[in-house]
């Protein structure tokens, strides 16, 4: 029986900034949201946050996810706030929390790893699942260790203290094997050895490390499972490192896209958020941003210089070239929209052209409104389409055209000039 508790309860100091640090965005979702799902991933019986600072604000963006909230009141350290999620264990929650007085083990993890693989947790768990194994943590050997705690081993290689940079030596901040900020323990190893440390430290603080500590000198075998790749080690501490790890995620990302045979021309001006489709046979060009949760078929053409944004569904086919914006909006298969065009809250059928410099004008001031371009449709260039409006299948609209909200345009129909007027035929 696993229960997985992330830590989230710091402000984030180091962000300078009044937003909780694991809700700055990363990649179009909060940072928190790549632990989280990394933690759900192992299936847990019950899946705890600990919230602190605007905790309101953690609390509302995670909103039914089945995650039971501790609260610690005063941020007064690592250890303090994971005590304060292993006291939330079995408490009422949607999962099926641990009977009252079992002794699951717990995976602790700090809320700023946003890199880490759920394969790493399990293999952290498999390590934790030897014989005797009370206490586990993550660990890796850093090119450049700043910032992170140092693991102190020794002449057998067991762990034997973790030093914080800002309690260091010199000696010590020249070791390269770092914490991670990941452990399970074993519930009631975790209670004990909380109950010896204590604040004597820089920070003034109580450090999940010392707890790991004590563990160690109390007998309990500390098992350790080492990172390999360190760019999955990545925390959040500060926005540079936020734009790192975003860098970190970004690579991975495009690597699996081009594995599943979407052409990514490159790499270095792509930026796809979470959580996008892409069909396979599609090519993206450079200079391409892609937000979180667009869907596009395969065989398209996106970019250079496009910018998808959310809701938007481009079907098989469909090509979104230079300078263009396309926000909410479904296009069908093989329609074009190839140069400086805005298609906001668009409904556009298969086939069509849609002229370069097309402005779908959605918003009045109060509202946004629906256009819907209907198959076949020629949109020529430089048209304003004023939504809510609707042009009809194989309608053609000329140069430079405003068709005004509400004056729909009718299947096959030709309208041309400023107010758009149907072109009456010879
Ligand atoms: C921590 C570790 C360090 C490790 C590093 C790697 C300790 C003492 N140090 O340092 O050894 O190398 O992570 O990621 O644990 N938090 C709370 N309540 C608090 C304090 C922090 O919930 O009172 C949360 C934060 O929101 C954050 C996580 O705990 O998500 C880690 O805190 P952070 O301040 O980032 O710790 P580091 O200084 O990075
Ligand atoms: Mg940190």
Redesign the pocket.
Known sequence: MLVTVI????K?TRMCSELP??LHPLLGVPVLEHSLESAEALGPGQKIV?V?YAREKVIEAFQGRGITWAV?EE????A??ARCGIGAIGAASPGAPPAAGADPDVLVL????PALRADTLRALLAEHARPGAHVSILTCSMADPS???RILRDARGLVTG?V?EKDAEEATRRLRE????TYVFRASAFREAYARIDRQNAQG?L???DVVVQAARGGRTVATFEVEDEREVA?V?SRAELARASEILRERMLDEYMGSGVTIDDPGSTYIEKGVRIGAGTRILPFTVIQRGVEIGAGCEVGPFTHLRPGTRLADGVSVGNFVEVKASRIGRKTKVRHLSYVGDGIVGEGVNIGAGTIFANYDGKTKSTTVVKDGAFIGSGTVLVAPVTVGARAVTGAGSVVLKNRDVGDGEVVVGVPAKALKKA
């Open positions: 830590l989230a309860a710091g984030g640090k694991v600990v602190g610690q941020q007064l350290g690592t303090h706030a700090n809320g700023d790893l910032g992170y705690g973790i914080e770092v914490n991670v900020g603080e450090y999940l490390t925390q501490n």
